[in-house]
């Protein structure tokens, strides 16, 4: 649809100078283009949302600066997401561009990060995969608590995990910090001053993530538990996209609407009553 977009030069504050130029878009405008993309296939209409929406990029690349990757490149991967997203945006669902589009920037980034640490470095489990994203966070709050003196033990603790497995971590995060290095010919200026995210940050939003992927196998396996009438009405009428009336359905079996509101309800109870063992066991 759209080519890579070019990042200008090896100098972030030049890619930077650059993205500036490009307006933000407001949300009229925003739906306008969304619409003639989506519809026509427009790519200069694909191209203005693309472009501007590569500060937002930035700023979520800006997130994972401490792993020892170099920022263009996090940037030139969010972008990719960026366009993936444009591309399967559908403006008639009723959310903002960006909402839709920070999963598939995060996913894009986060797929970088893995691959070029590769398993070797962080690991093949969830567990030390969860460990690399979240020792640094654990660090710094222990650090502020013991007024700048390093715990690794007690970081060790909080993340329910062995001192082996943190000193082995903290020996693969060795030299991420450069990164934050001021930009030559500044006077203290690091290349994301000015685009501070106020949003979750990277391991929250991994987290809950994460915490929905599983709730939703969970319900998934609830709901297959359900006769074929009781997962048809929960299908179409919880969780679709466009759900079903009560009518709609009750038409498509030949029954009232009440009885598709008696049988919904009863389904519900039994999802309701499947996920609580498996809540409690996750």
């Known amino acids: 649809m759209v080519a890579r977009l070019p990042i200008v030069s090896d100098s ?3 890619y930077l100078a650059e993205i500036r130029k490009f307006s933000l878009l407001s949300e009229e405008d925003e739906h306008r283009y969304a619409v003639k993309f989506f519809e026509e296939k427009d790519l200069e209409a694909a191209h203005t949302l693309i472009t501007s929406n590569l500060r937002f990029v930035v700023k979520v690349a800006g997130e994972y600066r401490h792993y020892g990757l170099k920022m263009i490149d996090l940037i030139q991967e969010g972008n990719v997401g960026l366009m993936m997203a ?3 945006y559908n403006p008639y669902k009723g959310i903002r561009l960006i909402s839709y589009a920070v ?3 995060r996913a894009y980034i986060q797929n970088h990060i893995m691959s070029t640490w590769s398993l070797l470095k962080i690991g093949t489990t969830q567990a030390q995969r969860k460990l690399f994203f979240k020792l640094r966070e654990t660090k710094n709050a ?4 013991n007024c700048g003196e390093e715990d690794s033990h007690s970081a060790a603790l909080a993340l329910n995990v062995s001192d082996k497995e943190v000193a082995e971590m903290e020996q693969r995060l060795q030299g991420d910090f450069c990164l934050d290095a001021e930009l030559s010919g500044t006077d203290g200026v690091t290349a994301l001053e000015g685009l501070v995210d106020d949003r979750k940050n990277q391991e929250e939003r991994l987290a809950e993530f994460q915490e929905n992927q599983l709730l939703q196998q969970q319900v998934a396996q609830a709901v297959s538990g359900l006769n074929e009438k009781e997962r048809f009405i929960i ?3 919880i ?3 466009d759900p079903l009336t009560l009518q709609e359905i009750a038409t498509h079996f030949s029954i009232s609407r009440e009885r598709v509101r008696q049988i919904e309800e009863g389904a519900l109870k039994k999802v309701k009553n499947s996920l609580i063992p498996l809540l409690s066991a996750a």
Request: aromatic fraction near 10%; hydrophobic fraction near 55%.
């Open 12 to 14: 972030l504050s030049l």
């Open 86 to 88: 444009v591309k399967k």
């Open 103 to 105: 999963w598939w920037i």
């Open 142 to 145: 222990i650090l502020k608590m």
């Open 235 to 237: 299908e179409r009428r």
């Open 239 to 241: 969780t679709a996209d």
